[in-house]
């Protein structure tokens, strides 16, 4: 982004009324961003290759070192998701992964939330139509607890029902919201068209009818066989 946005900043610079100098500040400013991109210390320099293993449990690890990133990422993907879904529970993973980090057998939500602001961690989530994942982001130097909380999080989360039902209610004003813009409604009728009533068809967030009647345990036992 910074680099797009630099060369959106020095255009009116580098093509000026003069063709000759303006080619050759043209070159200058490519040369320097590709000596600096490329140079060594560079991401793209000292990347290492990527590590893929086979875990017992059945999981694939994929990992790559990075030592000069300040941060560290880890990103589980979730074969169940959407694409298994039902007219009947469509919103369901959609759900699930907004309630999951609101609370654990050791932490409720709020703790929960301030114990990863602490240590200046984030938890994100997104779901498309071929997999769901959560992603945590976190400063090396506080890595492992948050690791230990993204763990306690995956293996033991609480699904609180009145966070389900706060949840719950912001996916329906979602849903709600998203009729009211032309282009997002009428995207999901296309589909809706083209699919029917197959996975694909259905939209992420589900549906009013769909979200309404899930219930915490629903929830939670599709969390688990995640």
Request: net charge neutral; hydrophobic share 40%; charged share 20%.
């Amino acid at each position: 982004p910074n680099g797009i946005l630099g060369a959106r900043m020095m255009r009116p610079w580098i093509y000026s009324r003069h063709p000759r100098r303006s080619a050759a500040c043209f070159a200058l400013f490519w040369l320097v961003g590709a000596i600096i991109l490329f140079a060594p210390g560079c991401g793209f320099w000292q990347s290492a290759s990527i590590t893929e293993k086979h875990l017992k449990n059945g999981a694939t690890l994929i990992y790559r070192k990075e030592p000069h990133q300040p941060l560290v990422g880890i990103t589980c993907f979730f074969r169940l998701g959407p694409r298994e879904e039902t007219p009947m529970n469509a919103g369901i993973t959609q759900l699930a992964l907004e309630v999951v980090p609101k609370g654990t057998r050791s932490h409720s939500a709020r703790e929960f939330a301030e114990a990863l602001e602490a240590l200046g961690a984030d938890i994100s989530s997104d779901v498309s139509s071929d997999y769901a994942m959560l992603q945590l982001s976190a400063p090396k130097k506080t890595w492992e607890k948050a690791h230990a909380l993204f763990y306690e999080m995956l293996v033991e989360p609480l699904f609180p029902t009145a966070e389900v039902a706060t949840e719950k209610g912001r996916l329906l004003a979602s849903i709600r919201a998203s009729h009211d813009d032309p282009f997002d409604y009428a995207y999901e009728k296309l589909q809706m068209l083209l699919w029917g009533s197959q996975s694909y068809g259905l939209p992420k967030n589900g549906t009013i009818q769909s979200v309404t009647q899930l219930q915490r345990n629903d929830v939670l036992n599709w969390f688990e066989v995640m």
